[in-house]
């Protein structure tokens, strides 16, 4: 063997090699059925109709694509350009498609991305192994940091903070208890998000917990000057169950403008200015905290990952749903005849005409 390699190498311009082809054929590509000869496909290269790649005008027959399929066990080579195949070529694609579908692994479960804003998980279900998979334990840079998060840090990696989950899984339970509390109390909940794709999550989050939801910027004054900014807004009444009472606008319109019970925030850093009027009006406020941000800002904090639209998903849409389930319970009293909270009380007609 060394020495025919060495023959070759020194006489290899001498002696003509046999030439051998890398390029792979038709054949090669189907050699399955080149080795079926019972059903006489011993070889793909068999007179192939005429018409079938029949020349198009102003395309050389070089450059147009051709399809090789097996239909009833016989081979067609399809030019996919001609109009009289293009519906068979199309055909053909879909049957082979319809047939590959079920081959290879099944990953179950695996990721939906918009299964969160459509079905929002229950306080109940969250677990580490979720949170993990929402990167909701990724942080900043450590050059970013605050010193205030240092209780919710595990450690370092690769110069990033990583968040604890176990911090964070205990903080999501206390601030769902939080929003179904407020939600039994027929409070007023308002959900906040402002940045880039969080306008669906935090308005279905704010349809279950029965609150309002707010994902463009937030007017400065709101609170602290209310009844300026929101004189034009309607206020109505309703009962225990959630119907519209109808009263007199002059009841409505000598009422002071509403403020939130509760403001959950999504990114807190853009909001800084809610989160002081909040502060000033004694709101509590319920917020996801980063690494890089303060945690003092927020009444009841979050520690996760901002950024992560996953992450924010999963937070909100817990939220929601455990707002949900504080209607619920609202609700289930009401028909008992427990009422939850203070009524407020409102003048009668004779009242306001005398």
Request: proline share 7%; with cysteine; aromatic share 6%.
């Amino acid at each position: 063997m060394i020495v025919r390699q060495s023959l070759l190498r020194q006489a290899g311009r001498t002696i003509p090699l046999p030439a051998t082809s890398w390029t792979r054929s038709l054949a090669t590509e189907f050699n399955g059925f080149e080795n079926n000869k019972s059903k006489g496909t011993s070889d793909v290269k068999a007179p192939i109709q005429s018409d079938i790649l029949s020349p198009v005008p102003g395309i050389k027959h070089d450059d147009i694509p051709v399809a090789v399929a097996p239909v009833n066990d016989k081979i067609h080579v399809i030019n996919p350009q001609h109009s009289r195949y293009r519906v068979r070529y199309h055909n053909i694609l879909r049957n082979q498609k319809s047939r590959a579908t079920y081959l290879g692994a099944t990953i179950e479960p695996h990721y939906r991305p918009k299964r969160l804003i459509a079905d929002p998980l229950p306080p109940s279900q969250i677990t580490l192994e979720l949170l993990l998979a929402s990167q909701s334990h990724l942080g900043h840079a450590t050059s970013l940091w605050n010193p205030r998060n240092s209780r919710y840090i595990f450690g370092i990696r690769q110069g990033i903070h990583i968040i604890s989950l176990d911090v964070t899984a205990a903080h999501l339970r206390r601030a769902c208890s939080v929003v179904s509390g407020v939600a039994e109390r027929a409070g007023l909940i308002l959900f906040v998000g402002t940045r880039k794709g969080q306008s669906k999550i935090v308005v279905k989050a704010a349809k279950l917990a029965g609150g309002c939801h707010l994902y463009e910027r937030w007017k400065p004054g709101t609170l602290t000057n209310g009844e300026q900014i929101l004189d034009m807004c309607a206020i109505k009444a309703v009962d225990e169950f959630d119907q519209q009472v109808p009263l007199p606008g002059r009841q409505l319109a000598d009422r002071p403008s509403l403020k939130p019970d509760l403001v959950v925030c999504l990114n807190p850093i853009e909001n800084w200015v809610m989160l002081n009027e909040c502060g000033l009006h004694n709101v509590p406020t319920i917020g996801i905290i980063d690494t890089d941000a303060d945690s003092r800002w927020i009444t009841y904090p979050i520690p996760a990952n901002d950024d992560s639209m996953r992450c924010v998903e999963l937070i909100c849409g817990t939220l929601g749903k455990a707002g949900e389930e504080g209607q619920a319970i609202r609700r289930e009293k009401a028909r008992q005849g427990i009422i939850t909270y203070t009524p407020t009380k409102m003048d009668s007609e004779e009242e306001l005409n005398g």
